[in-house]
């Protein structure tokens, strides 16, 4: 990347406004989340490196598990414990597929908790931008701690992707 260019702002090109890269992986991201099969939440996550998309995920069930959307959710302490997050299917993907994490952005449509955050650390990602807030201390914490960059995504309200 170079120095220079900006991340998070449109880009001009020929008199039209181009997403940056930060709204641009957001708005993927967003897109991602509509795959999600848990009602009680659409997130997606898009772990990137060098603008370049490595994985993505989004929340449902482990594979041969049925979805919330055909079983209903399995509801414990205010959480559903049958859908797996979005962040954590996405570095799964990495897993089976034999993608290298170490050094990725993850985008996600939501800040990560606790669980997620761990597992994101782990997997050697160095920033997260999330877009709505879920405020988890101790994924605060950790996150600090392991010198991982966080970020809300804020989009600029004059710009509305369809």
């Given at each position: 990347m170079q120095s220079d260019e900006p991340i998070n702002g449109p880009i001009a090109i020929n008199?039209?406004?181009?997403?940056?890269?930060?709204?641009?992986?957001m708005e993927i991201a967003r897109t991602v989340a509509t795959r999600a099969t848990c009602p009680r939440a659409s997130v997606g996550a898009v772990l990137t490196r060098?603008?370049?998309?490595?994985?993505?995920?989004?929340?449902?069930?482990?594979r041969g598990v049925a979805h919330c959307t055909d079983a209903g959710c399995i509801i414990v302490d205010g959480h559903?414990?049958?859908?797996?997050?979005?962040e954590a299917n996405?570095?799964?993907?990495?897993?089976l597929h034999g993608v290298s994490l170490e050094g990725a952005t993850a985008?996600?449509?939501?800040?990560?908790?606790s669980g997620c955050s761990k597992l994101l650390i782990?997997?050697?990602?160095?920033?997260?931008?999330?877009r709505d807030a879920y405020?988890?201390?101790?994924?605060?914490?950790?996150?600090?701690?392991?010198?991982?960059?966080?970020?809300?995504?804020?989009?600029?309200?004059?710009?509305t992707l369809t």
């Open positions: 008199g039209a406004a181009r997403p940056g890269w930060d709204e641009y992986f060098e603008r370049r998309i490595l994985t993505t995920g989004y929340n449902g069930a482990p559903c414990l049958r859908a797996t997050h979005a996405a570095i799964v993907q990495g897993a985008y996600c449509t939501h800040q990560p908790c782990s997997a050697g990602v160095v920033r997260i931008v999330y405020p988890d201390p101790v994924a605060s914490m950790l996150l600090r701690e392991a010198n991982v960059a966080v970020e809300q995504f804020v989009p600029d309200p004059l710009r």
